[in-house]
């Protein structure tokens, strides 16, 4: 078992480091892309800078929820955990973003000549490009809600302690 002191450090640690996953994410999310897509002279640009820091964000992800997983399992000794079943979410979200979303996205991008937004609005390319982009959206937010979760448990052992 942990010490009351070991257990605080560890949560403490916990929280700093949930923090600054989502802190990034929030960043990212919004301030990088939508500033990208304001002043970059085209869509495809924006999107290309957007496409190199996503993965980063979604690297960090995955470490950040098993780090967060094992510190909430040393700090309350036990196995399962809010702390760690949150860490773990974390961890697969962003995994499936860039293991298996990210790798659809450029597949349907190469088989397109040109900008996807030159495509008509029912071509199936495009159509898939937007509906694989919103995956995309909705792992990295089930990632940082459920960091946000780990960050409030270790936040509640905290004032436990």
């Known amino acids: 078992m942990t ?13 700093a480091l949930a923090a600054a996953w989502i802190g990034a994410g929030i960043l990212f999310a919004a301030v990088l892309a939508p500033a990208a897509f304001a002043v970059l002279p085209t869509r495809t640009l924006a999107g290309a800078l957007v496409g190199r820091v996503l993965p980063a964000l979604f690297w960090w992800g995955i470490a950040t929820g098993v780090v967060l997983a ?16 949150a860490g773990l979410v974390t961890a697969v979200s962003c995994a499936v973003g860039q293991l ?14 040109g900008a996807v937004d ?16 919103g995956a995309s959206v909705l792992w990295l937010g089930v990632g940082m809600l459920a960091a946000a979760v ?12």
């Open 150 to 161: 780990g960050a409030g448990s270790a936040v509640a052992g905290i004032r436990r302690d």
């Open 100 to 113: 298996v979303v990210a790798p659809r996205i450029e597949r349907v991008r190469a088989s397109i000549p």
């Open 3 to 15: 010490s009351p002191r070991a257990s605080r450090a560890l949560r403490a640690t916990e929280l």
């Open 118 to 133: 030159d495509l008509p609005p029912a071509d199936s390319r495009r159509v898939e490009f937007g509906r694989l982009h």
């Open 70 to 85: 094992i510190l909430a399992m040393r700090s309350r000794g036990r196995l399962v955990t809010v702390g760690t079943v």
